[in-house]
């Protein structure tokens, strides 16, 4: 009763695999540390290979007793996905069909998908419901899009369930301080705003502050890495419990604007954050934050923590970690 988590070296994947370890879970990681750290796993066993190594997984399968999967393994960065798609192709598409092969030829049929809202593009209406078109804009949300219809076939072919939880903006940090992001990887806003805050990089850009929103900056739904984490353990028992395959929008409801990352993060620091106003940048979407309400009433699962709550956990974590993770 094992559950392989994939990618649990990484960001999210090790504030999941804290968390089910918590619950009291076993738990099993495969992760080739191309991005991730062996520090961040702390207490589970972490096995260093690729997705796509079949036969690795089907020896991790049966060695471990691998009942169900929270697949995170990925490549993340959208301007390289633009500049080299195959490498997302070979990686997040490719690698997990020769994932998927292995687990099912070893029996295992649930899984959880790290999917992303940027399968969503620039959405006509928010809050965003599952029920908005997939329309991506970039090399990697494709990939995301790609998967989860790779996924619904296989459920159709092979019997394969899947959740796949499209995630708004990940951010923050344990709130024990004990894991975090590594700064040095980001370009996601809170990491950017935190550096500029502690003087470790030039002001933070602000690309347009002339959009129609209530203080003219971009909009974007910040949801905390623990509940975050929480989510997936709800995603796996749902699984187990029969849950059919499903995507679920994981996001707050609640939009918070550039300008409301960088206010929290002087709150949280008592510091001014370095700010310059440059031109909107191409491709930004104005406003996209979620409609939770298939994922509240399909896993029972409501975020707790809120925009401060997250901003106090990654300014704990980056100004005690100034140099990022290192192993
Ligand atoms: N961070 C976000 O805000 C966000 C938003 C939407 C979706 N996602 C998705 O969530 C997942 C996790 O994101 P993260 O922020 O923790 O990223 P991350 O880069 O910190 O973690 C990904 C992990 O996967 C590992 N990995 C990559 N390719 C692998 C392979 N072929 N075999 C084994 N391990 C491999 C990396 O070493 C890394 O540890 C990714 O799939 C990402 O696309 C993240």
């Given at each position: 009763m094992t559950v392989l988590v994939t990618g649990g070296a990484g960001y999210i994947g090790s504030h999941t695999v804290r968390h089910l370890l918590a619950l009291g879970r076993d738990v099993v990681v495969l992760d080739d540390l191309d991005k991730g750290y062996a520090s961040m796993v702390l207490d589970a066993p972490l096995v260093v290979g690729d997705i796509a190594d079949e036969a690795l997984v089907a020896k991790i399968c049966a060695e471990y007793d691998v009942t169900s999967v929270i697949h995170f393994a990925a490549h993340k960065n959208v301007g390289e996905s633009m500049a080299k798609p195959s490498k997302y192709w070979h990686n997040n598409v490719d690698g997990t069909v020769h994932l998927v092969d292995a687990l099912l030829a070893a029996g295992v049929t649930n899984l959880v998908f790290s999917s992303s809202c940027s399968v969503y593009g620039t959405p006509e209406i928010v809050p965003v419901t599952e029920a908005a078109p997939i329309q991506p804009e970039s090399v990697y949300a494709d990939t995301k899009a790609m998967m989860e219809r790779i996924l619904h076939w296989y459920g159709v072919t092979s019997g394969l369930r899947t959740v796949s939880l499209r995630y708004f903006n990940a951010a923050g940090a344990s709130l024990d301080n004990v894991i975090g992001e590594d700064w040095s990887q980001s370009a996601n806003l809170v990491p950017v705003v935190m550096k500029a805050a502690m003087g470790k990089r030039p002001p933070v850009q602000v690309f347009g502050?002339?959009?129609?929103?209530?203080?003219?900056?971009?909009?974007?739904?910040?949801?905390?890495?623990?509940?975050?984490?929480?989510?997936?353990?709800?995603?796996?028992?749902?699984?187990?419990?029969?849950?059919?395959?499903?995507?679920?929008?994981?996001?707050?409801?609640?939009?918070?604007?550039?300008?409301?990352?960088?206010?929290?993060?002087?709150?949280?620091?008592?510091?001014?954050?370095?700010?310059?106003?440059?031109?909107?940048?191409?491709?930004?979407?104005?406003?996209?934050f979620a409609d939770p309400t298939l994922v509240n009433s399909t896993l029972d699962w409501k975020p707790v923590h809120d925009l401060d709550a997250i901003i106090a956990s990654a300014w704990r974590w980056h100004s005690t970690h100034p140099d990022g993770i290192t192993e």
């Open positions: 502050n002339d959009y129609p929103t209530p203080d003219g900056t971009c909009i974007r739904d910040y949801i905390h890495v623990e509940d975050l984490a929480d989510a997936h353990v709800r995603a796996i028992d749902y699984l187990a419990a029969g849950g059919a395959t499903v995507g679920l929008n994981v996001g707050t409801g609640i939009g918070s604007s550039v300008l409301d990352v960088v206010r929290a993060t002087e709150r949280a620091g008592g510091c001014t954050v370095p700010v310059e106003f440059v031109g909107r940048r191409e491709g930004d979407p104005i406003s996209v």
